[in-house]
């Protein structure tokens, strides 16, 4: 159970959808944000790709909930699937991604433990791989972003899906309309 009473029931409303509901007028623009974030129209990072970096950065931080829903997301988002996803998560060295989405995942990497951690020579290795301004700067920003809602849902203690197939549908429900929808 949640550290507060969020008025509903939390195993219909697992994760971040209980404290969104709990404060709508908060849910609008980390929705928003969520929205612009990772499925946006973009000229270079896909939506998976940018879901790879959300999942990478859940992962790392511990937050059951968003790594779940973010691999599904990404999962559902790239040809190579949840396999892709996993190896990321397990050896991001050995994983079979581009160099660049590898320094891009390096630098959310430094964020996710401090944001001085991202160095000159991150963003050296980043540019040297192909990685734009524009992709260094959303790479950070989506891993910032996702610190904060990491600790959002585990903040207040949230209960997690009972039933791991939620979070397929879940995918199903982002890929289609997007984190606006209910």
Same mark, same amino acid.
């Given at each position: ?94 994983? $079979? #991604?581009?160099?660049? /989405? ?5 630098? @959310? +990497? *430094? ?5 001085? $951690? #991202?160095?000159?020579? /991150? ?5 040297? @791989? +192909? *990685? ?51």
């Amino acid at each position: 159970m949640a550290h507060i009473d969020l008025g509903l029931d939390e195993r219909e409303h697992p994760g971040i959808n209980g404290p969104l509901r709990f404060r709508p007028e908060t849910a609008k623009p980390l929705g928003e944000l969520a929205e612009v974030l990772l499925r946006a129209p973009h000229p270079t990072l896909t939506p998976g790709e940018r879901e790879l970096i959300a999942a990478y950065v859940s992962g790392l931080n511990d937050c059951n909930f968003c790594c779940a829903s973010h691999s599904a997301f990404a999962a559902a988002q790239l040809p190579a699937g949840m396999r892709l996803v996993d190896q990321v998560r397990t050896d991001l060295a050995a994983a $079979e #991604v581009s160099e660049k /989405l590898r320094a891009l995942l390096d630098i @959310a +990497g *430094a964020v996710q433990r401090s944001g001085r $951690e #991202v160095t000159a020579d /991150l963003v050296k290795v980043a540019r040297g @791989a +192909g *990685a734009t301004d524009l992709e260094i700067h959303d790479t950070v920003l989506i891993a910032a972003a996702f610190c904060m809602f990491n600790r959002y849902v585990d903040g207040l203690g949230t209960l997690p899906p009972e039933d791991p197939a939620v979070y397929g549908k879940a995918a199903e429900r982002i890929v289609r309309y997007g984190y606006g929808a209910d």
